[in-house]
């Protein structure tokens, strides 16, 4: 085997290695975007979701409409039926993150004690979990009211609306707080980029 044979083959191992190193030390986590209905949760997490796939991340968005069909059939709106959801969300975006996905969650999961758990859980697991208060202030919300629930509370024709007749227990002490109302969507991504820049996420 001549020198430069061995040459190639050393350089080939190391891509090799390389490439495993990267496997291995694969870094996913869950970001969960809270806060009132039309907050702007949804709008943020499929902005970041496109930024994150452009950088070759790979991304889920667990859209929260869609877990209520396809996960949480049959669950209702009650306290124990809310979190009963928000823990199914959990325990799917741990698995996912586990596996290095970045998964996005814009759900609202209004109680503290649901989001504590769902992030204990991803604690006991080792795997990140980044919570993110979408706070833009209910009268914001309601013009905007992007699935009409605010304007249908409002002409009694639903009721236990978040934020309005039902609680909503903002987080006290999110990773970080957007306030939506007073930035772009492109702004809110990319402040949400940098926090997980920051911690090592990405």
């Known amino acids: 085997m001549t020198a430069t044979q061995d040459a190639q083959d050393a350089q080939d191992q190391g891509t090799q290695d390389s490439q495993e190193t990267q496997e291995n030390h694969v870094t996913g986590a869950t ?4 806060g009132l209905p039309s907050a702007g949760k949804t709008t943020i997490a499929y902005e970041l979701a496109g930024r994150l796939r452009g950088e070759g991340h790979r991304v889920e968005v667990l859209d929260g409409d869609e877990i209520r069909e396809f996960l949480s059939a049959g669950l209702g709106f009650s306290r ?3 979190h009963t959801n928000v ?4 325990f799917v975006a741990e698995l996912l993150a586990s596996q290095g996905v970045q998964v996005l969650v814009p ?4 109680y503290a ?9 991803h604690a006991a ?4 979990f980044v919570e993110v208060h979408v706070a833009t202030p209910v009268e914001v919300c309601s013009v905007r ?3 009409g629930l605010y304007a249908k509370q409002a002409a009694g024709e639903i009721s236990g609306l978040t934020g309005v007749d039902d609680p909503y ?3 006290e002490t999110p990773d970080l707080r957007i306030e939506s109302q007073n930035q772009t969507v492109q702004e809110s991504a990319a402040q949400l980029h940098a926090l997980l820049t920051e911690r090592g996420v990405l």
């Open 113 to 121: 004690d649901s989001r504590e758990a769902v992030r204990k859980r």
């Open 31 to 34: 970001i969960w975007l809270t």
């Open 87 to 90: 823990q199914r969300i959990g």
């Open 145 to 147: 009211d992007v699935k």
């Open 107 to 110: 759900v609202i999961a209004p």
């Open 169 to 171: 227990e903002a987080p």
């Open 80 to 82: 124990e039926d809310r």
């Open 125 to 128: 697991e080792g795997t990140a």
